[in-house]
């Protein structure tokens, strides 16, 4: 069967037919602002491509930046509720308490702190009163409010109070869409309740896009499931998106990373993704993306989502250039998507990075002979200058002075020179659909963590269990049991703690079973 | 006596991280529930050690407990004022300041948030002038003062008081425990000491050390300028390597996080490697077989380009980052302290403590025989 990868961008849409490890076809089209017809466009377009009968596609997988530009935008959000289980601890700081103003305004401020949650070691900090949370729950009808958060305290260790509530709230505000806090993301109260508001927020959102972007792929006769990429490269059914849009939030980077190990065949190397404003450079361990271990800003947001460790700059394709001492600048300010209008090389009036490229030699593409009156000093001395912004991002990313293989992708990245940092540079085939392709690679993950007592069981008893669980998940999110390797595994001991209690994080990956 | 706003509280927090050394856990939930009694128009007072009269009361304050539970199960928010209040009663007097008993990480804003409910100032002083792992660390404990009789509180109202214990080991080790059943964090208040005995054994001007760092730092992402020179230059610090993370080793000791790092040098450094020891906060510099810096003196890990601290649970293989060592305060230097904080007392045998030069130690008049090494 054949499967079917789409990325949509801010600027382009992409497409790509895959099967097994062949790629058959890749388009490019623009991206619509119904988001909707650039994808048919897109689909029928890669299946014509290739004269491929809908009927012979068996999965299509879709990359997008939908959710996190909403966020960013702030448009689009639904106002929500939040109901943290946590008294009466926890009183001290009101959910959002570090949010951004406007988007505080955009959700509104409907908080209520009821009891429960747990202890570090599952004990329940008070009994969860199912009255308080019924007249909750009348409150949260009569304020018109749809989208509620749950957040509990160590609900990632046990989250038996959060369903409980969540079922409740369902009887009290039918139709409601809940999201617990449990099943977004790791320890950390404030950043996991605010990435589940954030995710409450978009459902509204996310059921209507889902939907347009189902009937898209149906329209184009194709029957097979849909899935979107999630931020770690696998992928969730369009049902799961549905409920967890927030999970989408970092797959472009990812996408592009992981198509970029497929396509160079390197598991470990450095990615830099030119675009058309800014570079993103990232390190690949094994295959995917080097996870940041800090909490993650979305639109003002401090969340606590595994997200790819990705250091951006900003130099891209349509960057523009201004001569100035000692060195010329190179962006950040950039002409974007109007490159093929503003470019010299395109017939327009700005000098941008691509200009320098094609008057350097190092890319061919538009009308070389608009930039031949440069001159030759100063095509050099921008050259000089864009190097130096590359081969700087590439020196973070490394973690070693071994040689490790640097992969160009993205559109922008004919501006790469051949070595950078005393590093091979690899541009491989279909270097500008790395994100389509990535997205086109179908895995399926399952992640745990949890915090263990060490005082009667092994370390290693304590990761294998952790991991079991993990694979679990795998199954349940749609890979093949004898396909699943896991791709992290660590454990943090509680510090200051004399009990040995462990935190223990396992993540598993297996290929879709198709 | 001056009042901290929201600015100096933003600066405190990336300060008090430095001074950490790696552990102390996240001020930032400090921060955030500092700012909050700001705006509800509460006032966080600080009052310099030498204005403090002799006779007024000075009472500590510190969160205790594990920071991976504090970030999850967060305060009640009355947890200080009731240790101190129940303290009160029990030594029937009236505190007139609270103090930080570990002005390092969290808890150089837990003093803050209880001084601004109870409407007493803070002294700019602690009793550690950076992060350690134990509560008898601490220059109250090594100079004499008892922590007993003190008071633990937790957020159900629960309020356990130790009102004796035969060492600060034992007190240690009591309070350790009672967290534990407590659900793994709490917060304590610990015995009052005089004005006069403050002056003599607390950790001078370390609030305000704290916000200067953290000006420093915030100046310096503002001007693209490098914040780690001017923490040296500020702190008479030196500046050990600037280097990559290969390898992080750690391990659960007893309830600590212990393990060490190896750096590869970079830029200026390339061609350097170096080890740093951490025990929940970092305890040595070793480079070419060398110790070139050890406890108590500040081994501190900032991210070089912004000058932010990295903490031992943050550390991770690849990270880039400068190693800097600052002089620890003279109280921290004499036999009686080192037997408590120095190396041998972190189980690093065969390390003998040298003192990071430090123009402050030698022209700071102290009644303790200062500088000198077992």
């Not at chain 1, 993103?280 to 800090?294: E, K």
């Not at chain 2, 304050?61 to 129940?86: H, Q």
């Not at chain 2, 130790?162 to 080790?173: A, D, K, M, P």
Request: net charge negative; with cysteine; glycine share 10%.
């Amino acid at each position: 069967m054949y499967r079917i990868g789409i990325d949509v961008g801010g600027t382009n849409t992409d497409a790509v037919i895959m099967d097994g490890q062949a790629i058959h076809a890749v388009v490019k089209v623009s991206t619509t602002p119904d988001v909707t017809s650039g994808l048919m466009q897109a689909l029928q377009m890669v299946l014509e491509s290739v004269a491929l009968a809908p009927e012979n596609v068996g999965l299509v997988v879709i990359g997008t930046t939908h959710f996190t530009n909403a966020v960013i935008e702030r448009r689009n959000l639904s106002p929500t509720a939040v109901v943290r289980l946590c008294l009466p601890a926890a009183q001290c700081l009101m959910p959002m308490v570090d949010w951004p103003a406007d988007l505080r305004a955009a959700i509104g401020e409907h908080h209520y702190l009821a009891a429960g949650g747990v202890e570090f070691d599952g004990t329940p900090i008070a009994a969860l009163d199912a009255t308080e949370i019924k007249r909750i729950g009348a409150d949260i009808l009569a304020r018109g409010i749809r989208s509620i958060a749950v957040s509990g305290i160590f609900s990632p260790v046990r989250d038996q109070f959060e369903h409980e509530v969540g079922r409740l709230l369902v009887e009290a505000c039918p139709g409601a869409a809940i999201t617990l806090s449990s099943a977004i993301g790791q320890l950390g109260l404030l950043e996991r309740e605010s990435a589940t508001i954030l995710n409450s927020a978009l459902r509204e959102l996310a059921s209507t896009t889902v939907a347009s972007l189902r009937d898209g792929v149906a329209q184009c006769g194709i029957g097979c499931p849909v899935f979107l990429s999630q931020n770690d490269g696998t992928l969730m059914d369009a049902t799961t998106a549905e409920r967890f849009p927030v999970l989408t939030f970092a797959s472009g980077p990812t996408n592009s990373m992981r198509g970029a190990a497929f396509l160079s065949g390197k598991a470990d190397a450095i990615v830099v993704d030119v675009g058309g404003t800014t570079t993103d450079v990232g390190l690949l361990h094994r295959g995917f993306p080097r996870q940041a271990t800090t909490t993650v800003n979305v639109g003002g947001v401090r969340t606590n989502f595994r997200m790819p460790d990705v250091f951006s700059v900003g130099l891209g394709g349509g960057s523009i250039v201004t001569d100035a001492e000692p060195a010329p600048h190179i962006g950040p300010r950039s002409v974007g998507y109007r490159l093929t209008q503003e470019a010299r090389v395109f017939g327009g009036p700005v000098l941008t990075a691509t200009d320098i490229a094609v008057a350097d030699g190092r890319a061919d593409i538009g009308d070389a002979s608009q930039v031949d009156g440069l001159d030759h000093a100063l095509v050099q001395r921008c050259a000089g200058v864009i190097d130096k912004l590359l081969a700087d991002a590439v020196d973070r990313a490394r973690i070693s002075p071994e040689p490790i293989p640097v992969i160009a992708v993205g559109g922008g990245s004919i501006l790469m020179p051949d070595r950078i940092g005393g590093l091979e540079v690899m541009r491989p085939q279909h270097f500008a659909a790395a994100n389509a392709i990535g997205a086109a690679l179908a895995q399926a993950s399952g992640e745990v963590e949890r915090i263990y007592l060490l005082d009667n069981l092994s370390r290693e008893a304590a990761l294998d269990d952790a991991e079991q669980a993990a694979r679990r998940k795998a199954i349940v999110a749609g890979a093949r049991a004898g396909s699943i390797v896991v791709s992290e595994r660590e454990d943090v001991p509680l510090a200051y703690l004399r009990g040995n209690a462990t935190r223990v994080r396992v993540k598993v990956v297996g290929d879709m079973n198709l | 006596m001056r009042d901290l706003d929201e600015s100096d509280i933003e600066a405190l927090a990336i300060g008090a991280a430095i001074l950490g050394t790696g552990g102390g856990g996240s001020p930032y939930i400090g921060e955030l529930r500092c700012r909050r009694a700001l705006r509800e128009g509460k006032r966080i007072r600080l009052i310099a050690l030498e204005e403090l009269a002799d006779d007024a009361l000075v009472m500590s304050v510190a969160g205790i407990g594990a920071p991976t539970v504090s970030i999850e199960k967060l305060p009640e928010g009355g947890e200080g004022l009731r240790a101190v209040r129940a303290l009160e009663s029990y030594c029937g007097c009236t505190v007139d300041a609270l103090i930080a008993a570990e002005i390092g990480g969290g808890n150089a804003l837990e003093p803050m948030i209880t001084a601004a409910e109870a409407g007493i100032p803070v002294v700019d002083a602690d009793g550690m002038g950076r992060a350690f792992p134990e509560m008898q660390m601490c220059t109250f404990s090594i100079y004499g003062h008892r922590a007993a009789p003190a008071a633990i509180a937790d957020e159900h109202g629960n309020i356990v008081l130790f009102q004796r214990t035969v060492s600060e080991h034992w007190f240690e080790r009591l309070a350790r425990s009672t967290v534990v059943t407590m659900g793994g964090s709490a917060t304590g208040a610990e015995a009052p000491l005089s004005g006069r005995l403050a002056k003599q054994i607390a950790v001078p001007g370390t609030v305000t050390q704290a916000i200067t760092l953290g000006n420093l730092v915030m100046a310096a992402n503002r001007q693209h300028t490098s914040a780690i020179s001017a923490i040296c230059a500020q702190e008479s610090g030196v500046h050990l390597v600037d280097a990559k993370i290969v390898d992080v080793k750690r391990h659960l000791l007893g309830g600590f996080s212990v393990g060490e790092i190896l750096l590869e040098g970079m830029d200026a450094y390339a061609g350097t490697r170096a080890k740093v020891a951490f025990q929940n906060e970092f305890l040595t510099f070793e480079r070419d077989g060398t110790v070139e810096a050890c406890v108590p003196d500040l081994v501190v890990i900032l991210d070089v380009d912004s000058g932010r601290a990295i903490s031992t649970e943050m550390l991770r293989y690849g990270q880039r980052v400068a190693v800097l060592a600052l002089p620890c305060h003279a109280l921290l230097r004499t036999p009686a302290a080192l037997a408590v904080v120095g190396p041998s007392a972190f189980g690093l045998e065969g390390i003998e403590y040298r003192p990071l030069s430090d123009g402050r130690a030698a022209s700071n008049p102290s009644s303790m025989q200062i500088g000198k090494t077992p």
